[in-house]
C-alpha cells in the first residue's frame, strides 16, 4: 500500500483525534512523524492519550491538548510508540503480552493460560489488552483465540524480552503444546521445533 496523501492523513487524524486546542500544530507534528503510515498515526494518538499529553473532558466531550505544542514528545520510532504503550501496562498485564508473543501472532487462551499459571484474572488482563487494542477476539470455536491488532505490536512486545526470558518462555509454550494438545503432536512438529 502507498502511504495516505496529506488529505487523508488529515481526515484520518480528524476522525481519531477531535481536539479542540492546537489542533494544527499537534496534528501537523503527528503527520509529520507518521509519514502516511495510518497505523503509526493510531499509535501515535494512543500514546498520546496514555501519556496523558491528550486527555478526554467528560463534561464536553471533547478531548484536550495539556502541554503546548513546544512540549509535545512524539517517540522516533513506531516501534518506539509500541514500547511505550507496552511499557505503560500494569506489570501481570504487561507479563501476559509478553508471553502472548512468545506463542505467536495469534494464540489460544488455553495455551496461554497453561504458561501463565501463577497469573491471577488472565481474563481481566486479556480485556484490558483488548481496550488498548493491542490485541483482540479472533474465534471462540473451537477454542477462544486472539490475535495481535498487527503483527508490529507482536515484534515489539517480542523484542522487550531479555533473550534469556524469550529462552524460557519459548520452553514453557512447547510443553504446554505437547500438554495440551498430545493427539496433535505429528501436525504441530514445525511449531514445536520453532519454540524448543
Known amino acids: ?34 509519514e502516511g503510515n495510518p497505523f503509526y498515526v493510531e499509535e501515535l494518538i494512543r500514546a498520546l492519550i496514555d501519556g496523558g ?13 495539556t502541554t503546548g505544542h513546544g512540549e509535545l514528545t512524539l517517540p522516533s520510532t513506531l516501534q518506539g510508540v509500541l514500547r511505550s504503550r507496552i511499557d505503560r501496562l500494569a506489570p501481570e498485564t504487561r507479563r501476559v503480552l509478553h508471553i502472548a508473543a512468545v506463542i ?5 487462551q488455553s495455551v496461554l493460560a497453561e504458561v501463565a499459571r501463577e497469573t491471577p484474572s488472565l481474563e481481566m488482563h486479556l480485556l484490558t489488552l483488548q481496550q488498548e487494542q493491542l490485541i483482540r477476539e479472533r474465534a471462540r470455536l473451537p477454542e477462544v483465540t486472539y490475535i495481535f491488532k ?28 505437547e500438554h495440551l494438545y498430545p493427539e496433535r503432536i505429528e ?10
Open 1 to 34: 500500500l502507498h502511504p495516505l496523501s496529506t488529505g487523508e492523513n488529515n481526515t484520518l487524524v480528524s476522525h481519531l483525534l477531535p481536539i479542540e486546542e492546537r489542533p494544527a500544530t499537534m496534528r501537523q507534528r503527528i503527520l509529520e512523524r507518521a
Open 150 to 177: 498487527h503483527q508490529l505490536t507482536q515484534e515489539a512486545a517480542y523484542a522487550s524480552l531479555l533473550r534469556r526470558r524469550r529462552h524460557i518462555l519459548h520452553r514453557q509454550v512447547a510443553e504446554a503444546l
Open 53 to 65: 499529553t491528550i486527555v478526554h473532558d467528560a463534561t464536553t466531550g471533547r478531548w484536550q491538548a
Open 104 to 108: 505467536g501472532r495469534v494464540f489460544s
Open 187 to 196: 501436525e504441530q512438529l514445525g511449531l514445536l521445533a520453532y519454540h524448543w
